[in-house]
Every structure is written in structure tokens, then in C-alpha cells.
């Protein structure tokens, strides 16, 4: 599989669920991958990356973008509030906004730098107690909360369970999403996007399909 394999089948899933084409922005996971690698796919012309850990996105970015200024880093894991104001300064979207405490760091913060990466809230569709994310039932007043708080909510992601049907956790977020107003919807992976664009995926996370199987040290 490459990144010209990908973009094929996300133009081909577009068409399939009559979306417009280009409608779909791939996000290629670099966490984990070699530098080499992702200069590789950087080198071929894409500019979207996504990265689970502010530490190794803060290892890796500023030097990338010495050479590729366009990079639109979309962090992806789990987000701790003492690393907030590092993770803002390198990444164009933060897609696991799944608490309180989190979204009253990053407003307070906003505020101090003037600026703010766009925002999607981590619905744990699965309800998975080892897993972040708000609940279902509590996306509705979370939404509502960080609009409030004047964040640029851009939208909804998930991670659906292992083991269940993956397209029943993508209609559930798109349906929360609808109802809140809200366009964007960060789901579907290396195994999962095409189902992900027929029920509405505005952003895809794929990693392994484009770079390989990850190298951990």
C-alpha cells in the first residue's frame, strides 16, 4: 500500500457515497515512523500529519519545518493539560478535547497567546472505561460547555472498539454531531475509512497503510 493507494480509494469511497471529491482530508499518521519515512511521503508532496504524543511531534516538526513550512500537524492522543501550551504551539488541530479541565486550560491559554488550533471532542462512542473520550450521553452539554468557553469546536472524533462493528460507533458520532451543529468528524483508519466517508468522515487517520507497520524502539 502507498499514499497514492490511499488517496485512490478515499476518491473512490467519495464518489461511491456521493460526496464531491477532495471532500475527505487524509491525515497520515507519522507516530512512531522514522524520520526517513515520513520525509519520504513529505518529499511526495503531502502536508497533513497527525501525531499521537506532543513530545515526539515536538522532536520531530520544527525540524521538518525548516524545509516544509505548509505542515498542518493534527494532534491525535490523548492530551495532557501540562503539555497544552507546547501542543498549541505546534499543532493546527487538537482532536481529543474529552474532558473539562482540559478545554478550561486550553481556553485560559487561548487567551494568553491569542490563538487557538481548531478543536474536536473525543466521543468514547463505545463507552470503554480504558479509553478517553465523553461519554454519549454526556456529549451534548460537553459541546455546549466548551462553546461557551468561545473554543473553535470544529467538530467530533472516535475510536471505535476493536471489537464491534465500526460503522454503528461512526453513524452514532455523526448523528451527535448533526444535532450539535457541528460539520467536521474525525473517524475511520487504516482499516475502517472507507466505511468511515459513507457515513460522513470529513478527516481520516491513517497511518500503518501509508508508512507501514510502525517501528517501535
Request: negative net charge; glycine residues 6%; hydrophobic residues 40%.
Amino acid at each position: 500500500m502507498s499514499l497514492t493507494d490511499i488517496q485512490e480509494r478515499i476518491n473512490r469511497a467519495e464518489i461511491k457515497a456521493n460526496r464531491t471529491k477532495g471532500d475527505v482530508t487524509l491525515i497520515a499518521v507519522s507516530k512512531v515512523q522514522p524520520n526517513d519515512r515520513v520525509a519520504a511521503i513529505l518529499a511526495s508532496g503531502h502536508r497533513i500529519f497527525g501525531e499521537n504524543k506532543v513530545q515526539e511531534a515536538a522532536s520531530k516538526w520544527p525540524e521538518f519545518r525548516e524545509t516544509y513550512s505548509d505542515v498542518d500537524l493534527h494532534l491525535i492522543g490523548p492530551l495532557q493539560t501540562n503539555k497544552v501550551r507546547q501542543a498549541m504551539a505546534l499543532a493546527q488541530s487538537i482532536h481529543t478535547l474529552d474532558r473539562p479541565k482540559l478545554a478550561t486550560t486550553i481556553a485560559r491559554i487561548a487567551q494568553e497567546e491569542g490563538h487557538c488550533p481548531d478543536l474536536y471532542i473525543q466521543v468514547n462512542t463505545g463507552a470503554e472505561p480504558q479509553k478517553a473520550g465523553v461519554l454519549p450521553q454526556d456529549a451534548d452539554d460537553f459541546i455546549k460547555d466548551a462553546i461557551a468557553l468561545d473554543l473553535p469546536i470544529k467538530g467530533l472524533m472516535c475510536i471505535p472498539p476493536a471489537d464491534e462493528e465500526p460503522s454503528l460507533n461512526f453513524a452514532l458520532l455523526a448523528k451527535i454531531a448533526h444535532r450539535n451543529g457541528l460539520t467536521g468528524l474525525s473517524m475511520g483508519m487504516s482499516s475502517d475509512f472507507e466505511s468511515a466517508i459513507a457515513l460522513g468522515a470529513t478527516h481520516v487517520r491513517v497511518g500503518s497503510a501509508i508508512f507501514g507497520d510502525r517501528v517501535y524502539e
